[in-house]
C-alpha cells in the first residue's frame, strides 16, 4: 500500500514535552503527522484561547519539524457536552466546539475527530438527545463557514459506538462538513471481536469516513492495550477501509510513564508501534 498518512496521537509522548519536541519525536519516529489533543482539562482547554503569537509559533514549530498538525481530537466535550441538561454547560460546549473550529481553520488543520455522544458522565435521554441534535446542527453549520471537517469518533458508550450509529447523525444532519472517524478498537468492542460485523459496520460509513483510529483494545477494556495483545485484527480492519478510500490514519495509544520521562522508552514505544504499523500496511 502507498500513498497514505499515518499519524500519531499526541498523548503517546509524555505531557511535559513541549510542543516543538513533541512534533521532532513524531518525525523521528516515522510518522506522518501529529494529531493535536483538546481534551477535558483545563490545560488542554486553554488552547482553545492561544492568542495569534502562540497559533504563529505553532505553525513555525511545524515546519521547523517537518511535521504537521493535520487533525485535531476534540473529547473536551466530554465536560461540556452538546446535550447536557444544563443549559449553560450545553453553551459551553458548543462554544468549545466553535472555538475548536476556528483554531483549525488558522491552524491549516482540516480535521476535528469529535466525541460521539450526548452526555458522558449524566444519564441520557430523549431531552439530552434533541439538545444534542440542536447543537450538532449549529456546530456543522459553523464548520461549513470555515470549510473544517468535523468527524465522529465512534465511541465506549452504547450512544455511538458503531459507525452504524454515527450514519444516523451523518444523515439526520446531512452536511458534507459532517463525517466519521471511527476507532477501529472500540468498534472491535463493540462487534464482540468478530471482525466480519467490524467489516460490515465499516461498510455502513461508505463515502462518509474520513479517517480511522488504530486502536488495540480487548474486550471490556478500551484504553492502553498495547498492539498484538488485544482482539483488534488490524489487517482486515485496514483493508476495508482501504477499499473505502481511506488513506488517513492514526495510531493512538498513551504514554502512561508520567509527564516527566525520565528516559527514552517512550520514544522506543513510538517507535516500536509505528513499525508495528507499517508492517499490516505493507502485508
Known sequence: ??????????????????????????????????ELSIDETDEKLARLDWTDAEICALRRDT??????????????????????????????????????????????????????????????DKNTRAAFAENLERSAEIAAAHAVTLAFETMETPFLNTVEKAMYWVHTINSPWLNVYPDLGNITCAA?????????DLESGRGRISALHLKETRPGVFREVPYGEGHVDFA?????????????????FWWTGGALA??????????WNEKFLRDVFQN
Request: hydrophobic share 40%; with cysteine.
Open 262 to 271: 525520565t528516559d527514552d522508552s517512550w520514544k522506543t514505544m513510538l517507535r
Open 1 to 34: 500500500m502507498s500513498t497514505y498518512k499515518l499519524g500519531l496521537y499526541e498523548k503517546a509522548m509524555p505531557g511535559n514535552l513541549p510542543l516543538v519536541e513533541k512534533l521532532a519525536a513524531v518525525q523521528e519516529a516515522g510518522y506522518d503527522f501529529m
Open 63 to 124: 515546519e521547523t519539524a517537518t511535521t504537521p498538525v493535520s487533525s485535531i481530537c476534540l473529547s473536551g466535550h466530554r465536560r461540556f457536552p452538546l446535550g447536557d441538561p444544563d443549559r449553560a454547560t450545553r453553551e459551553r460546549g458548543l462554544a468549545v466546539m466553535e472555538k475548536a473550529i476556528r483554531l483549525a481553520s488558522r491552524l491549516g488543520v482540516r480535521l476535528i475527530q469529535i466525541a460521539g455522544y450526548d452526555v458522558y458522565y449524566k444519564q441520557g
Open 192 to 200: 464482540e471481536g468478530d471482525s466480519g460485523r467490524v467489516r460490515a
Open 236 to 252: 482486515k480492519g485496514i483493508q476495508t477501509a482501504w477499499a473505502l478510500g481511506v488513506r488517513m490514519y492514526t495510531a493512538e
